[in-house]
């Protein structure tokens, strides 16, 4: 495994294990959402004082605006959580949401969607399909985003759309995103016991969101590596933390992508461990690529503008 050096990413991970001090258990799950809901607490900080929030669901899916001043003509931003699709809500990722559209300038609509095990998936594609369809049927513009689970929700979104002959997003942004990667891939072998995700613990999300149903991993849609054609879907920015099992799953999208001539941009993000979004104000190197991500928003948001 890369081993990670910089003492401020090492804080992250000490504080971010002391308040989630439990591994997940398929066997109990709500054990671990109370660990990981007060973890998401302690890192949670005020919202910028220039974005308005409001919740109002739309199409029978809990959603949370976060808009600033003349954001209303201008693309949203709808993000999907991270959380394994088990963990996870609109209040573990507000401040992320809140700081994304202060310095993105544009709308960021978040989406809580169900969570495994009680609903299994498509479940929760289905609901960030409907919070889609609702939000742009008026004919707004918009870029859709994730991390972890989220990340995979949302590039699973543009393969449903396209499935369909709909319209696509300005652009996707996926962080640290899981995408049915091959579990042989080095990323997997040399970071099996990374720090905040182990291999091992994507397969235990997997019991929880697949059920009896393990043959749904091999939906596109569930897993976009699974496609064959990457042809007509969005630009991307793919974002991957190096310390990761998943950072190789990110890789191989952008290469897929850039291979059916999408334009696809990946950062690898060296010494940072899955879940750092959290870390943005306590480590530099997140810091930084929180920056680039909004910057890659906002300027996706511009260009549709011009």
């Known amino acids: 495994m890369a081993q990670v050096t910089d ?6 991970i000490e504080k971010t294990e002391a308040l989630c001090s439990v591994t997940l258990d398929p066997t109990d799950f709500v054990t671990y959402r109370r660990h990981y809901d007060r973890m ?3 890192f949670r900080r005020p919202r910028p004082p220039e974005i308005a929030v409001h919740d109002a669901p739309l199409a029978g899916v809990p959603l949370r605006h976060y808009r600033p001043a003349g954001a209303a003509d201008r ?3 709808l993000y999907a959580h991270g959380g394994g699709l088990v963990v996870g809500s609109l209040d573990s990722h507000d401040d992320v949401c809140a700081e994304l559209a202060a310095a993105a300038a544009l709308e960021v609509v978040a989406v809580d969607y169900r969570l495994a095990p009680e609903h299994r998936l498509p479940a929760q594609l289905d609901d960030v399909a409907a919070a889609w369809a609702a939000l742009t049927a008026g004919g707004r513009p918009g870029i859709v985003a994730g991390d972890s689970a989220g990340a995979t929700l949302v590039a699973g979104l543009c393969l449903r759309l396209r499935a369909l002959g709909a319209a696509q997003p300005l652009a996707q942004v996926l ?4 995408l049915g990667g091959d579990r042989s891939a080095p990323s997997y072998i040399e970071n099996a016991e990374a720090p905040l995700l182990r291999t091992a613990d994507i397969g235990l999300y997997g019991k929880l969101y697949l059920g009896d149903a393990p043959e749904l991993a091999d939906l596109p849609e569930i897993s976009p590596l699974k496609a064959t054609d990457f042809a007509g879907l969005p630009p991307a920015l793919i974002v991957t933390a190096d310390v990761d099992p998943l950072r190789d799953d990110g890789a191989a999208y952008a290469a897929a ?3 059916a001539g999408v334009p696809a941009v990946w950062r690898n993000e060296d010494q940072l461990v899955h879940g750092y979004l959290r870390a943005r104000h306590m480590s530099r190197r997140a810091a930084e690529s929180f920056a680039a991500i909004s910057a890659y928003v906002r300027q996706a948001g511009e260009a549709a503008a011009a």
């Open 257 to 259: 992508l850039g291979g």
């Open 75 to 77: 693309p949203l931003v």
């Open 40 to 42: 998401a607490d302690a």
């Open 7 to 12: 003492p401020e990413v090492l804080a992250f």
């Open 175 to 178: 962080i640290y995103p899981g």
